[in-house]
């Protein structure tokens, strides 16, 4: 199991310290380095910023937003940055859900998520192939454009450069059951957003067909600190905010996920307390058992055992969300230790 680190998307401002965490990931002999985006900073120009100031480690977007770019201008950002950093770009990819689409990106929430995602990447694949102009008469994309309002003077391309991996890495951030089934058959990986290594039967019968390359690469907060509780309030935070502000009461993905992963009471009562403005009550409704399960929280050898069990599943990269170089270095020397 490989280690990744995840610096997530910028809150008010830039974040000074990601330049010298990704440098200190590398050191450490970290395999890779992940941005987001939500609807503030963009994931490529932080990851262009990363790829200048670094040599090895790979860069991956967890997740860029489909809605926010034009399949073709996704795959122009991923073969420009693949060129720039020597190869090290690997391309995630997440639809997000109806309150950012249609709020932030004033564009329709797809009703057929599965087909949408399937196009998006078949056009970035062609792209990235480079072995004929682009075509697609799709339901959500359509190359060349074919819409009512169309001139009928669009062209079919090609990319003038020419990408420098036509296999690069495209991995999905997906949570239904249906979505990552298809993801093991249209892509490289996949960007679980809560994986819990007590709980392998949740996406067990999603991932029936995996091959042996494919990559499962979930996100986890860690943190070693003495006191359990303490360390798991930044997870039960990040999760208030997900499941109870994250998308429409009756349509969250975050709080559906959490609810098949056995806490669908739990889920609910979080929604309504953060919708009704109860944000501190929600952050304190999330379960501890929930937030330990999906994070790696505690003393050094707490975190010891409980490695383990993520080494013993299917993950193949765990991608580690933590500011803390000394819990980065004891994770290392942890996997390292049992490699």
Known sequence: MRLGLALGYWGRGPNPDH?????????????????????GSDVFTPLTWLAAHT??????????????????TTAMHALTLDHLSGGRMMLGLGLSGPQVVEGWYGRPF????????????????????????????????????????????????????????PEL?????????????QTTRIADGWLPLYWSP??????????TDVRDDF???????????????????????????????????????????????????????????????????AVLAVPDAFADEISLVGPRERIAERLELWRKGPVTDLLVLSPDRHTLQVLAELNEAST
């Open 55 to 72: 040599s090895r480690i790979k860069l991956g977007t967890a997740v860029a937003q489909m809605a926010a770019r034009s399949p073709t």
């Open 198 to 207: 007590l709980r392998p039967d949740v996406y067990e019968a999603s991932l």
């Open 110 to 165: 797809p009703k057929s998520p599965l087909t949408a995602t399937r196009e998006y990447v078949d056009v970035v694949r062609q792209v990235l192939s480079r072995e004929a102009p682009v075509e697609l008469n799709g339901r959500f994309h359509t190359h060349p454009y074919q819409g009512p309002d169309a001139t009928g003077l669009g062209k079919p391309l090609k990319p003038i450069t020419h990408p420098l991996r």
């Open 19 to 39: 330049v010298p965490l990704a440098q200190e990931a590398e050191r450490l002999g970290y395999d890779s380095v992940w941005t987001a985006e939500s609807w």
């Open 215 to 281: 990559l499962i690469a979930p996100m986890a907060q860690a943190r070693v600190c003495d006191d359990v509780s303490e360390g798991l309030l930044p997870v039960k935070t990040m999760l208030g905010f997900y499941i109870g502000g994250m998308g429409h009461a009756k349509h969250n993905f975050h709080a559906d996920l959490m609810a098949r992963m056995g806490y669908e009471e739990e889920a609910r009562r979080i929604q309504r307390l953060f919708l009704e403005g109860r944000r501190e009550e």
């Open 169 to 181: 890495p495209i991995l999905l951030g997906a949570e239904g059951p249906k979505n990552i089934a």
